[in-house]
């Protein structure tokens, strides 16, 4: 089992920047990939970004591609996403992911396998 803890999200003015961490536990051994999903109200959790979590390519949703960055830190087990130049757009509930297979800009959902509980960011115009 894995268990995933996202913090960093809040309230940032339009043009801010944020910095999301997540902090996994359990069998980490079992984590092939890790990511980002994010969910507005009434719309779907969408991908945002990806990272292989010992080696493996780095992807991006083409909404954050140049303003988001996602990172690793195999030693503390936790991934992080930095994120600048905020749009009021980018509000939504972020997900932390893990998957004992692979991540990437078609995953779904439902390919996950391991889930964060969410943390809200809301950008402000």
């Known amino acids: 089992q894995v268990q995933l803890v996202e913090s960093g999200g809040g309230l940032v003015q339009a043009g801010g920047s944020l910095r999301l961490s997540c902090a996994t536990s359990g069998r980490t051994s079992d984590i092939y990939a890790m990511g980002w999903f994010r969910q507005a109200p009434g719309k779907e959790r969408d991908f945002v970004a990806a990272?292989?979590?010992?080696?493996?390519?780095?992807s991006y949703a083409e909404s954050v591609k140049g303003r988001f960055t996602i990172s690793r830190d195999v030693a503390k087990n936790t991934v992080h996403l930095q994120m600048d130049s905020l749009k009021p757009e980018d509000t939504a509930v972020y997900y932390c992911?893990?998957?004992?297979?692979?991540?990437?800009?078609?995953?779904?959902?439902?390919?996950?396998?391991?889930w964060g509980q969410g943390t809200q960011v809301t950008v402000s115009s």
């Open positions: 990272i292989g979590w010992t080696v493996g390519p780095i």
């Open positions: 992911a893990a998957d004992r297979s692979r991540l990437g800009p078609d995953s779904r959902d439902t390919d996950v396998d391991y």
